[in-house]
């Protein structure tokens, strides 16, 4: 401790000290010559003895070294600017996506006790759903003891304010959702236990501060005014803050107490109904209990609900309970997206640090009289790698400080662009800061230990690290452009080639019948009255029925085993008049009678992997149980899942117990938009407390295209400052193999060496690099691509042509980056050269 304390003394009054010591050594030194001894000894080796004796010289060393880093920095600024440029690029890039990943999953709610909200999920070997029906949270809700509060949110189809003609999004929660994350209204009150219990209790509503704004211009009076949402009644109570933030990322525009969900639906059975998973639950950990602990008592709790009512519990089923104080709760899926989009960013990294060495490695040649003379006045190699390792740290934080700033601005735009919510900000949290550190240090090491070890050495001769750092930049720059190839040609595929079925002048009507109590003679009623209808609209040319409406909101999916391989097929049940309606065509076989039992219509895709060579029809498909016939093919059709190049697709007839779920679809031969005020007359007619969702296919298959093409804009500019960054730091290599083999170079052109061999010679030595990169990158994007596939339209992640067009594209770049420095050895004054050296 006193040593300690003895170091920090001297590191506050070292000015002071300094100076007593000079006065000291001046004093001794001149008692030593009057009394004529010459021996006092290096005033600079005693003056270390004693820095060092104070235990701090390593700071004094540093310091020095930082001194001096920053001058020859500065003596080099088109260096220095172009270098901290390439960095702060591979350190941005990489802290923007750390920072969105951070918002979505790291950063806790600003709620209180956000450690302690959980999400709650069923979970079975062989299922899972993020839902449950509400007499299953009503059960744990009122068994669970690890639990001090559970909330529940139930999703409702978008609502019509008073006479707005664009629906507004809404949920139901129950009363103590709003009271559990602290949030307190900005007028008015949030929803509570005490009011809004009860299904008789006054119908209210919590407007959010969004929709305060826009709908009613943010007039504080609105709080107690009487609305209509469906043309129900109910009164505004409250206003949420700006700053609110919802569970799961959840962010409607009106809540309403869950206990009124029969009011505002009318003839839902859906709070009853056992069956019917529809509500998100979340719950508040008791203090000093784990998740861990709570699941295992939610599990025997799923036993005892398993003895009351077996129907409503999967084999083996079990609730996870995993962190829900988050944006959103993070899926395996979304973890496989997040590490490949880390991956992406560290190849941008990987290629800026690649580059930066080249060039430092470059620069090292204009350095070697400097290198050369500080050797010979005695400084080690250990010195020499030292400072420069102090350089590299310099344009590291600079770089990393440059990155930082670019992140936020980055974040900044897209938090404005997408409407984000009033809470999140671009400032970067610790977490960032340290990540930013972290990313620092790595590239620093990257970028900084390799040049400085061959200019420590004086071995800038040695070709094997720019071998290396041609080598990595090339590779990298190849997997990001192979996937933005793939990226891009799924959306020109998407684009223009036909999906396999008409969906330009189709509408899908979605009345919610299940919703809404119906029976299934009551749905097939409703069903029937609206066929008919439809089909006597003018222009209106087909109209059928289907369970899972193209592209919409609901996917089934299930894993089956063709031929050793495991094939993700879609299924469906359809009325006979679905293929017409849709334009879907007819290979082999026929369709559906009405109603028609193990039968089955199965796509070309699916046929194909099924029974190769074979001919489907008659063909059983089925488990040992129950199987089904093969009585038609239809062709690739990619309804359920836009990005299923192989659309194995599987229909099956609807049945009367499918009407309550089932969606209308009609195809118009002119504008479908056209139909949809005739359609809601319709349905006011038949039903008035049924307000269906109507679709058109066409936005929606445009808003899927859209999203593909974002993600392949994205991704193409992030291959192309890669491609870019990997260009520059090539010409800096070339340039310095050209600047170092200058008199050798000027002697064979003198002896009468072609311009072409002079060139090969130059070049020759990045020919296995360039291919090496080229095959590493390949099979690297190969393996990579396989996380892709949802955005892959009608795409093999190993398609040939995108392969071909990103490597030929790499290859012309890079050779053009090599031979516009090597063309130098074309121009040079053979003459001056040989006369100066």
């Not at 001149?30 to 004796?53: D, P």
């Not at 600017?81 to 990943?101: E, H, Q, R, T």
Request: proline share 5%; hydrophobic share 45%; net charge neutral.
């Amino acid at each position: 401790m006193r040593d300690l304390l003895r170091k920090i003394h001297y590191l506050i009054n070292r000015r002071r000290l300094d100076e007593e010591l000079e006065n000291d050594m001046e004093f001794h030194r001149e008692m030593s010559a009057r009394a004529g001894r010459n021996n006092f000894g290096n005033v600079l080796r005693l003056r270390e003895q004693a820095y060092e004796a104070s235990g701090w010289m390593w700071l004094d060393r540093l310091m020095r070294d930082l001194r001096y880093g920053i001058r020859i920095l500065a003596r080099a600024p088109g260096f220095t600017l172009v270098a901290v440029l390439v960095l702060a690029i591979g350190i941005g890039v990489n802290v923007a996506a750390f920072s969105l990943f951070d918002m979505i999953a790291l950063k806790p709610l600003p709620v209180p006790q956000a450690d302690r909200i959980v999400r709650l999920e069923r979970r079975s070997p062989d299922n899972y759903t993020s839902e449950m029906a509400y007499p299953s949270f009503d059960f744990y809700r009122e068994h669970a003891k690890t639990l001090s509060a559970t909330m529940a949110v139930l999703g409702v189809p978008p609502m019509q304010i008073d006479d707005d003609l664009q629906p507004t999004s809404a949920s139901f929660v129950t009363p103590n959702y709003f009271t559990e994350l602290g949030t307190q209204a900005v007028y008015g009150r949030m929803l509570n236990a005490a009011n809004d219990a009860s299904p008789s209790a006054p119908p209210a509503v919590v407007l959010s501060y969004g929709l305060w704004q826009r709908r009613f211009g943010g007039d504080p009076a609105v709080v107690g005014r009487v609305i209509h949402l469906n043309q129900k009644s109910a009164t505004v109570v409250g206003i949420t803050p700006y700053e609110f933030a919802s569970l799961g990322g959840q962010g409607p525009d009106i809540w309403m107490p869950i206990a009124q969900q029969p009011y505002f639906i009318e003839h839902s059975t859906v709070l009853a109904d056992w069956n019917s998973g529809s509500v998100r639950m979340w719950g508040k950990l008791a203090p000093g209990v784990s998740a861990k602990a709570a699941e295992e008592e939610l599990r025997s709790l799923t036993n005892l609900l398993r003895g009351e009512h077996p129907d409503a519990v999967w084999k083996d089923e079990f609730i996870q309970v995993s962190a829900g104080g988050h944006l959103q709760v993070i899926t395996p899926e979304m973890y496989r997206v997040a590490v490949m989009i880390g991956v992406l960013t560290l190849l941008i990294l990987i290629v800026a640090c690649a580059n930066l060495g080249g060039l430092m490695l470059a620069r090292a040649v204009s350095r070697q009289h400097e290198m050369g003379i500080r050797i010979a006045i005695g400084a080690g190699r250990w010195r020499i790698f030292r400072q420069l390792c102090t350089e590299s740290l310099l344009l590291g934080v600079i770089s990393s400080a440059a990155g930082l700033a670019l992140a936020c601005a980055v974040m900044q735009i897209v938090l404005r662009k997408i409407n984000a919510p009033g809470w999140l900000s671009a400032v970067p949290d610790w977490r960032v800061v340290l990540f930013t550190i972290a990313m620092t240090v790595v590239a620093t090491f990257c970028f900084g230990l390799l040049p400085a070890l061959q200019i420590a050495r004086q071995r800038q001769q040695k070709t094997i690290a720019r071998q290396l750092l041609v080598g990595a930049q090339i590779a990298a720059s190849s997997v990001l452009l192979i996937l933005a190839a793939l990226l891009v040609h799924a959306t020109h595929h998407a684009l223009y080639t036909d999906p396999g079925f008409g969906y330009e002048q189709i509408i899908s009507i979605d009345p919610q019948l299940s919703h809404h109590g119906y029976t299934t003679t009551a749905a097939e009623t409703y069903l029937d009255a609206m066929q008919a209808r439809l089909r006597a609209i003018p222009g209106v040319s087909a109209v059928s029925l289907v369970q899972l409406p193209p592209m919409g909101h609901i996917v089934s999916r299930s894993e089956t085993e063709i031929r050793g391989h495991k094939v993700t097929a879609y299924p469906n049940w359809v009325a006979p008049d679905f293929f017409r309606t849709m334009g879907i065509p007819l290979r082999l076989g026929r369709t559906f009678y009405p109603e028609e039992k193990n039968a089955v219509v199965v796509s070309e895709s699916f046929a194909r992997a099924q029974w190769p060579g074979e001919n489907p029809l008659g063909q059983m498909l089925g488990d040992g149980t129950t199987k089904d016939t093969v009585i038609g093919v239809v062709g690739d059709a990619h309804i359920n899942a836009l990005s299923n190049d192989d659309a194995t697709e599987q229909y099956w007839a609807a049945q009367k117990e499918n009407m309550p779920d089932m969606v209308l679809i009609a195809r118009s031969s002119g504008e479908p938009g056209s139909l949809v005020p005739a359609v809601k007359a319709m349905s006011a007619n038949l039903d008035g407390s049924l307000f269906p969702e109507i679709r058109q296919l066409k936005v929606l298959y445009r808003r899927d295209v859209e999203q593909i093409a974002r993600v392949a804009a994205i991704a193409s500019f992030v291959g192309m400052v890669a491609v870019s960054l990997a260009a520059v730091g090539i010409i800096g290599l070339v340039a310095l193999i050209v600047t170092q083999r200058t008199k050798e170079i000027a002697i064979r052109m003198a002896l009468g060496a072609q311009p072409g061999a002079v060139l090969t010679a130059v070049l020759h030595q990045f020919l296995w690099p360039t291919l090496v990169g080229l095959a590493v990158g390949a099979g690297f994007a190969a393996l990579g691509s396989k996380f892709l596939r949802v955005a892959l339209y009608g795409v093999s992640n190993l398609d040939p042509a995108s392969y071909t067009t990103a490597i030929v594209v790499l290859s012309l770049i890079v050779a053009a980056s090599m031979l516009v420095p090597a063309a130098r050895t074309l121009r040079m004054n053979l003459g001056s050269i040989l006369h100066h050296d």
